[in-house]
């Protein structure tokens, strides 16, 4: 553990941290372990895949493990579930429904981390996988939370997307579109005030996030004088959230505008209004199901930036509707607070 981590490994209150301000992507805290042990794992996870080795896959994971191969997720309670009936996408021992076929290989294409911080990453990892006789058969796209849970770096949280060779290079417009549109909207949502807006974003249905960090608990607590709360490592056994949430969940649902806006300023001003992050991409995408690196930067109403923050997620199609599906990370990128001037 490195010199930003308490005795108990849990990470430590940046020096130099405003008294209001919150940690950001400019403290070590943020990335010294993260960074690293979210590339380990996941190469270590390509590893075990490539190998077809399936002991080696399940000890990349936390359990309970959440993983979406389609639009809702699938939830692993422990390693012995896992290696007794594996997920298709993952069944590399040629017994049972999988989608690996034998004698195929795999090449590594790409590993991506898209957001960190003191508890864990969110990445993303594509193969292309070829036949015994070399030919294409597919590529496997997909993102996943590592997290830090008591000391144990594994992955919690995944996601895939297969494409077969034939369809390679075909775009998928409207998916993109629509999830783009629907940070918009749960952008919107806040600056209009209106709870009908955010409610238009999410989807009945199964879903599944990983925490690392909630913005909201995090603005608060910075504001009350105890940064670090929402980065306990510590006696941590899980942070998968899975939620069955009907219609009328999503309808009573309450954002509590008014507290929202005495937080989200931090140091700077009073919140006024929210922008999606300009830099927002579709990672990858297939006809019902988009994942996507997003964020928001929040603003006073005199165009002063207090703070930008970037996700990973998943924006998926059920029954018609396109909306929120999964979250895989949030972290807060940059806390304006901690540029202000210091009393002294």
């Known amino acids: 553990m490195s010199d930003y981590f308490d005795q108990q490994g849990n990470p430590a209150k940046p020096e130099g941290l405003h008294p209001l301000g919150q940690p950001d992507a400019r403290y070590p805290v943020f990335y010294a372990e993260s960074v690293p042990n979210g590339l380990r794992v996941m190469s270590e996870f390509f590893a075990a895949l490539a190998a077809r080795d ?3 896959i399940a000890d990349c994971f936390h359990y309970p493990f959440a993983l979406y ?3 809702e997720p699938v939830v692993v309670e422990s390693r012995d579930a896992f290696l007794a009936s594996p997920p ?6 040629g017994d049972g429904p999988t989608r690996i076929q034998p004698g195929s290989y795999d090449l590594l294409d790409s590993i991506e981390i898209h957001v960190y911080n003191p508890v864990g990453a969110g990445l993303s990892l594509a193969l292309s996988r070829h036949g015994a006789n ?35 290079g075909v775009t998928y417009p409207d998916a993109e579109q629509a999830a783009m549109r629907r940070g918009h909207d749960w952008m919107l949502g ?18 599944a996030s ?3 960090g909630n913005p909201r608990l995090n603005a608060g607590s910075a504001r009350t004088g105890n940064p670090m709360a929402g980065y306990v490592i510590a006696g941590v056994g899980s942070r998968l959230t899975v939620s069955e949430l009907t219609q009328e969940d999503i309808d009573a649902s309450d954002a509590n505008f008014p507290q929202f806006a005495e937080w989200a300023g931090g140091g700077v001003g009073q919140w006024d209004f929210t922008i999606n992050l300009p830099e927002a991409r579709v990672v990858h995408a297939t006809v ?30 059920r029954n018609g509707r ?23």
């Open 88 to 93: 298709r996408t993952l069944n590399v021992t």
């Open 288 to 317: 019902d199901k988009v994942h996507v690196f997003t964020g928001y930067v929040r603003y006073t109403e005199d165009g002063r930036k207090t703070s930008e923050t970037h996700s990973l997620s998943i924006s998926a199609y």
């Open 190 to 207: 806040y600056t209009l005030r209106d709870q009908s807006v955010l409610n238009s974003t999410r989807l009945p249905g199964r879903t």
């Open 322 to 344: 396109w909306g929120s599906a999964g979250g895989f990370g949030v972290m807060m990128y940059h806390d304006f607070t901690n540029d202000l001037p210091r009393e002294e």
């Open 210 to 212: 990983a925490g690392l």
């Open 54 to 56: 399936l002991e080696a």
């Open 134 to 168: 070399g030919e294409k058969i597919h590529v496997y796209e997909g993102i996943f939370a590592v997290t830090n849970n008591d000391g144990r770096w594994g992955i919690q949280l995944a996601s895939s997307i297969i494409t077969p060779r034939e369809a390679l």
């Open 69 to 71: 191969e389609g639009t």
